[in-house]
């Protein structure tokens, strides 16, 4: 078949010149910096169109599907933010009933918005020392199903930003009993299908839409996805419809290329690519185990934590057993090793690693971890126990809709408690929100919110960027029913 991303690297080298958009007309000479306009092109002859595709990129399309072994792939290059929208939006009618995991990314909440669904929550079990969520309760999924008969889909995060994987497998088979579909928004998982190291995908366990960023964990350039349809229990038109509604009308060709280079090398060389990467994964990971102060996590399945797999493609670092907390680790290896983390918590940070790491680079963050453990160990002070922020469940009075367009005003943290927030906060990576409009302000909320801003942590959606406070309803509003 014809490669998008080897066309595009033809036409570069053609005469032709182009009297349409964009604007930098294929001449480097008319941009400051060295960004390939040769291949940035618009929807012009030969190159098909991705809200209508029939041609070359329909074959692309195609190729992923069979890659990831899925009735249909489609391109999302708004990320998987716009794919999750699409997909909620198709599954749900509007003003409908979802039910969805309370750590989704904050994309589920805001098609909650658009949307203006009802929402119910399950709340993921939780690690009781690093804090660290564990799994979603198949359990818990039947009971709010049995209790919520009009629910009309449900969307779990599986893996999470920490690696964590529920059964995924079980609560497809609760969830179809109810004559519903299954959404996992596998944004962080795009890489499981290639190597027998990682988890089963939930393109194989049963999942009906199945959400990958490839440029999460895979060699594709950022903001590029693909939104699975595994089965027929979504819409494929409304799928269609809202994808159209949520991509730009004028999606990057080097984005839709970057996808199509990153599935034909999957094909051709993943088996390669990744026995090398879990090799030195492996390594890595079993050289950071033996460190004493900063450990290696690694979380293992169990009933009480509702974890059914691990991602070990993720390297958790724990600042428990140490004098530091999680961005003063993050702080150190960034400002003297030069190495950039992914995310810092609280208790620990995330390495996050792909195959499109060298081997230099897992040995470069085992010399400056097992050196801050070195230091750490010669440090002659009692270990002193950490306390940990334990997020309350927040009780949830209103639909985020109601909220968010409701009348409001602001108020110091301290005096909106028992006020019904309109806004988000959330810390960001991961983007899982610590409050949600419509749910009520708690004493250990406003306590949580002020040590992540001594801590040094950003906590960002509250339009007031200081943190000091925070918009509620106003009290003059008749609170709207759920």
Same mark, same amino acid.
């Given at each position: 078949?014809?490669?998008?991303?080897?066309?595009?690297?033809?036409?570069?080298?053609?005469?032709?010149?182009?009297?349409?958009?964009?604007?930098?007309?294929?001449?480097?000479?008319?941009?400051?910096?060295?960004?390939?306009?040769?291949?940035?092109? $618009?929807?012009?002859?030969?190159?098909?169109?991705?809200?209508?595709?029939?041609? &070359?990129?329909?074959?692309? !399309?195609?190729?992923?599907?069979?890659?990831?072994?899925?009735?249909?792939?489609?391109?999302?290059?708004?990320?998987?933010?716009?794919?999750?929208?699409?997909?909620?939006?198709?599954?749900?009618?509007?003003?409908?009933?979802?039910?969805?995991?309370?750590?989704?990314?904050?994309?589920?909440?805001?098609?909650?918005?658009?949307?203006?669904?009802?929402?119910?929550?399950?709340?993921?079990?939780?690690?009781? !020392?690093?804090?660290?969520?564990?799994?979603?309760?198949? !359990?818990?999924?039947?009971?709010?199903?049995?209790?919520?008969?009009? &629910?009309?889909?449900?969307?779990?995060?599986?893996?999470?930003?920490?690696? @964590?994987?529920?059964?995924?497998?079980?609560?497809?088979?609760?969830?179809?009993?109810?004559?519903?579909?299954?959404?996992?928004?596998?944004?962080?998982?795009?890489?499981?299908?290639?190597?027998?190291?990682?988890?089963?995908?939930?393109? %194989?366990?049963?999942?009906?839409?199945? @959400?990958?960023?490839?440029?999460?964990?895979?060699?594709?350039?950022?903001?590029?996805?693909?939104?699975?349809?595994?089965? %027929?229990?979504?819409?494929?038109?409304?799928?269609?419809?809202?994808?159209?509604?949520?991509?730009?009308?004028?999606?990057?060709?080097?984005?839709?290329?970057?996808?199509?280079?990153?599935?034909? $090398?999957? !094909?051709?060389?993943?088996?390669?690519?990744?026995?090398?990467?879990?090799?030195?994964?492996?390594?890595?990971?079993?050289?950071?185990?033996?460190?004493?102060? @900063?450990?290696?996590?690694?979380?293992?399945?169990?009933?009480?934590?509702?974890?059914?797999?691990?991602?070990?493609?993720?390297?958790?670092?724990?600042?428990?057993?140490?004098?530091?907390?999680?961005?003063?680790?993050?702080?150190?290896?960034?400002?003297?090793?030069?190495?950039?983390?992914?995310?810092?918590?609280?208790?620990?940070?995330?390495?996050?690693?792909?195959?499109?790491?060298?081997?230099?680079?897992?040995?470069?963050?085992?010399?400056?971890?097992?050196?801050?453990?070195?230091?750490?160990?010669?440090?002659?002070?009692?270990?002193?126990?950490?306390?940990?922020?334990?997020?309350?469940?927040?009780?949830?009075?209103?639909?985020?809709?109601?909220?968010?367009?409701?009348?409001?005003?602001?108020?110091?943290?301290?005096?909106?408690?028992?006020?019904?927030?309109?806004?988000?906060?959330?810390?960001?990576?991961?983007?899982?929100?610590?409050?949600?409009?419509?749910?009520?302000?708690?004493?250990?909320?406003?306590?949580?919110?002020?040590?992540?801003?001594?801590?040094?942590?950003?906590?960002?959606?509250?339009?007031?960027?200081?943190? $000091?406070?925070?918009?509620?309803?106003?009290?003059?509003?008749?609170?709207?029913?759920?």
């Amino acid at each position: 078949m014809e490669r998008l991303y080897k066309k595009l690297a033809e036409y570069a080298k053609t005469d032709y010149y182009p009297f349409h958009m964009p604007g930098h007309k294929r001449n480097p000479l008319s941009v400051t910096g060295d960004f390939p306009v040769e291949r940035d092109i $618009t929807e012009i002859y030969g190159f098909d169109n991705l809200h209508h595709p029939e041609g &070359i990129l329909k074959e692309a !399309q195609e190729a992923a599907a069979r890659l990831y072994g899925v009735k249909e792939s489609f391109f999302s290059v708004n990320g998987s933010t716009g794919a999750i929208l699409a997909a909620v939006s198709a599954a749900v009618k509007r003003r409908g009933h979802i039910l969805i995991a309370r750590n989704c990314h904050k994309a589920v909440y805001h098609a909650a918005y658009l949307r203006e669904l009802k929402v119910s929550y399950i709340y993921p079990q939780e690690d009781g !020392q690093v804090g660290i969520n564990g799994g979603i309760s198949p !359990q818990n999924v039947e009971r709010c199903l049995q209790e919520n008969r009009d &629910i009309e889909a449900v969307l779990i995060t599986s893996p999470t930003y920490d690696g @964590i994987v529920s059964d995924v497998e079980k609560i497809a088979e609760i969830v179809h009993g109810y004559g519903i579909p299954l959404i996992v928004d596998e944004a962080h998982g795009a890489h499981f299908r290639f190597s027998e190291y990682f988890p089963v995908s939930a393109v %194989d366990l049963g999942a009906d839409v199945v @959400i990958h960023s490839v440029h999460k964990t895979l060699p594709s350039l950022t903001q590029t996805a693909l939104l699975h349809r595994c089965t %027929d229990r979504i819409d494929r038109n409304l799928l269609v419809r809202f994808l159209g509604i949520y991509q730009s009308s004028s999606p990057s060709y080097i984005l839709m290329g970057s996808i199509d280079a990153c599935m034909d $090398t999957m !094909q051709k060389r993943g088996g390669e690519m990744f026995r090398e990467y879990t090799e030195n994964l492996e390594y890595a990971r079993k050289r950071l185990s033996a460190c004493s102060r @900063i450990r290696l996590i690694s979380p293992q399945p169990g009933e009480e934590t509702k974890i059914y797999d691990f991602d070990r493609s993720k390297i958790l670092l724990s600042t428990v057993h140490s004098t530091m907390n999680g961005r003063e680790l993050n702080n150190l290896l960034r400002e003297e090793f030069h190495l950039e983390m992914e995310m810092e918590a609280e208790n620990y940070v995330l390495a996050l690693t792909s195959a499109g790491d060298r081997k230099e680079g897992f040995l470069r963050l085992c010399e400056a971890v097992e050196e801050i453990d070195r230091r750490e160990s010669l440090i002659d002070k009692e270990e002193v126990k950490k306390d940990r922020i334990k997020n309350p469940e927040l009780k949830s009075l209103m639909r985020i809709s109601h909220a968010m367009d409701a009348p409001s005003e602001r108020c110091t943290l301290e005096e909106s408690i028992g006020r019904i927030s309109v806004e988000f906060a959330y810390l960001y990576p991961p983007g899982i929100p610590l409050i949600v409009p419509g749910e009520q302000i708690t004493g250990l909320f406003v306590k949580n919110m002020r040590r992540y801003l001594e801590e040094g942590f950003e906590v960002q959606g509250l339009s007031d960027m200081s943190g $000091t406070t925070v918009c509620v309803l106003a009290n003059d509003v008749t609170m709207a029913v759920r």
